[in-house]
């Protein structure tokens, strides 16, 4: 039997769409609170008005290293604990890496792997002084195959891969569990990058899920016995051929 999420606080970035979306309206109906972080001001506030008062739209740029320093104490002002760590916000960037630019890979690192370190080094302190805590990345399955149209995602998702492990052996003794989620492409707008034939392909042959289905492995996630962990979860379509 899972626990229950009823009274806790998570923050979930990247929160108005995709997979950060689809998560927090799953925590939502879990009986969690959750901060809401994105940089878009006004679908945030629109989304979380519409969600009721358990949700606390909280407007962030992670691309911006003040606001990203900034997150989690603000989120501990407003709501007074984080219980749920959900490091869901990335970009994606397809292709040869001679098509791109330097300042394209500079954004994709700074956001899907600076970006989530730095978060959860500020939610450390937090979380150990209370001697409980859920930390989540959402990486992917790029994270584990090196997928040769998307050399600088597959990197950025094969560090937080590598990030996820070490900091679970770090943090497990002060009671903070470490979690991925590895999905395989979504339905979501981090898609629009894909090489075109690549996407027409998965369209017509089922290799794509839903962000709910993400929601789903990570709530089963969340609500295991404390003495359990899902270091990582890898959920793919059952007809993506990698």
Same mark, same amino acid.
């Given at each position: 039997?899972?626990?229950?999420?009823?009274?806790?606080?998570?923050?979930?970035? !990247?929160?108005?769409?995709? *997979?950060?979306?689809?998560?927090?309206?799953?925590?939502?109906?879990?009986?969690?609170?959750?901060?809401?972080?994105?940089?878009?001001?006004?679908?945030?506030?629109?989304?979380?008005?519409?969600?009721?008062?358990?949700?606390?739209?909280?407007?962030?740029?992670?691309? /911006?290293?003040?606001?990203?320093?900034?997150?989690?104490?603000?989120?501990?002002?407003?709501?007074?604990?984080?219980? *749920?760590?959900?490091?869901?916000? !990335?970009? =994606?960037?397809?292709?040869?890496?001679?098509?791109?630019?330097?300042?394209? *890979?500079?954004?994709?690192?700074?956001?899907?792997?600076?970006?989530?370190?730095?978060?959860?080094?500020?939610? *450390?302190?937090?979380?150990?002084?209370?001697?409980?805590?859920?930390?989540?990345?959402?990486?992917?399955?790029?994270?584990?195959?090196?997928?040769? +149209?998307?050399?600088? =995602?597959?990197?950025?998702? +094969?560090?937080?891969?590598? @990030?996820?492990?070490?900091?679970?052996?770090?943090? @497990?003794?002060?009671?903070?569990?470490?979690?991925?989620?590895?999905?395989?492409?979504?339905?979501?707008?981090?898609?629009?990058? +894909?090489?075109?034939?690549?996407?027409?392909?998965?369209?017509?042959?089922?290799?794509?899920?839903?962000?709910?289905?993400?929601? /789903?492995?990570?709530? =089963?996630?969340?609500?295991?016995?404390?003495?359990?962990?899902?270091?990582?979860?890898?959920?793919?379509?059952?007809?993506?051929?990698?």
């Amino acid at each position: 039997m899972g626990e229950s999420l009823g009274g806790k606080v998570a923050l979930v970035t !990247g929160a108005a769409s995709g *997979i950060g979306l689809a998560t927090t309206r799953a925590l939502i109906g879990a009986g969690a609170r959750v901060v809401m972080v994105d940089r878009d001001a006004d679908a945030l506030g629109r989304i979380a008005a519409g969600l009721g008062a358990d949700a606390i739209a909280q407007v962030t740029d992670l691309l /911006d290293a003040a606001d990203c320093d900034a997150m989690i104490p603000a989120a501990l002002d407003r709501v007074g604990r984080i219980d *749920i760590l959900h490091c869901n916000a !990335g970009t =994606y960037i397809g292709g040869d890496l001679t098509a791109t630019t330097p300042a394209a *890979i500079d954004r994709m690192l700074n956001l899907n792997v600076n970006a989530v370190m730095k978060n959860v080094h500020a939610v *450390i302190p937090h979380m150990a002084g209370r001697g409980s805590g859920d930390i989540i990345v959402t990486a992917s399955v790029a994270g584990h195959f090196p997928v040769p +149209w998307e050399p600088v =995602y597959s990197a950025s998702k +094969w560090a937080m891969t590598c @990030f996820v492990q070490t900091m679970r052996r770090q943090l @497990f003794g002060q009671g903070i569990r470490v979690g991925q989620v590895s999905p395989g492409p979504v339905v979501s707008a981090l898609l629009a990058d +894909w090489p075109e034939e690549n996407l027409r392909k998965a369209r017509e042959n089922g290799s794509l899920i839903e962000p709910e289905d993400i929601a /789903d492995a990570v709530l =089963y996630m969340l609500t295991r016995p404390r003495n359990v962990t899902i270091r990582d979860m890898i959920v793919l379509p059952t007809n993506f051929d990698i």
